[in-house]
């Protein structure tokens, strides 16, 4: 992970970023970001808010087993700390085969989302040694910030109209 997608409304998306390569300077800083990621912890832990992640085993994992921190701890155990929009959306209808973000993102909340191969040039893709990672895009540009934006705000939207379906089934 080089960063964090956050949305606290379903219309505003934040992109912090951690470790991108290009700009480094724009990177939270790790200390800060643990000091702060803890605060969003203890809140949910006291039922203030919760998380929602899609597909967030791997976001999950990389939190709680970073190494010289255990972001998010006993957070995880507890199924009130947070929610999945992937599996919300697995239980709704098991039969689903696409479940990534970007194309539920737009089928079942309208949001047309930037892809991540759109992010680079053509030229970019042809230079030798060139691979898609998004950390080495700068955090401060404009298509990294709408990229990790929408995806937090996708994810915000479908947990909204999934959630209540899983909550309450007909």
């Given at each position: 992970?080089v960063g964090?997608?956050?949305c606290?409304d379903?219309?505003?998306g934040?992109?912090?970023?951690?470790?991108?390569?290009?700009?480094?300077?724009?990177?939270?800083?790790?200390?800060?970001?643990?000091?702060?990621?803890?605060r969003?912890?203890?809140?949910?832990?006291?039922?203030?808010l919760?998380?929602?992640?899609?597909?967030?085993?791997?976001?999950?994992?990389?939190l709680?087993?970073?190494?010289?921190?255990?972001?998010?701890?006993e957070?995880w155990?507890?199924?009130?700390?947070?929610?999945?929009?992937?599996?919300?959306?697995y239980?709704?209808?098991?039969?689903?085969r696409?479940?990534?973000l970007?194309s539920?993102?737009?089928?079942?909340?309208?949001i047309?989302?930037?892809?991540?191969?759109?992010?680079?040039?053509?030229a970019?893709?042809?230079?030798?040694?060139?691979?898609k990672?998004?950390?080495?895009l700068?955090p401060?540009?404009?298509g990294?910030?709408?990229?990790?934006g929408?995806?937090?705000?996708?994810?915000?939207?479908?947990d909204?109209?999934?959630?209540?379906?899983c909550v309450?089934?007909?």
């Open positions: 992970i964090l997608c956050l606290p379903g219309f505003t934040y992109y912090i970023p951690l470790r991108h390569t290009t700009n480094p300077g724009a990177n939270v800083s790790w200390p800060l970001f643990v000091e702060q990621f803890e969003l912890v203890e809140a949910s832990l006291a039922g203030k919760s998380f929602v992640f899609h597909g967030g085993q791997f976001d999950m994992e990389f709680e087993f970073n190494g010289d921190v255990n972001l998010g701890g957070c155990d507890k199924a009130k700390c947070w929610d999945d929009t992937e599996i919300e959306v239980m709704t209808d098991s039969r689903r696409d479940k990534r970007k539920l993102s737009e089928k079942e909340v309208g047309k989302q930037i892809e991540l191969d759109e992010l680079w040039s053509d970019d893709k042809a230079k030798p040694g060139w691979k990672d998004f950390g080495t700068d401060e540009w404009e990294t910030l709408l990229y990790g929408g995806d937090g705000i996708a994810t915000w939207r479908l909204a109209k999934f959630h209540p379906l309450n089934p007909d």
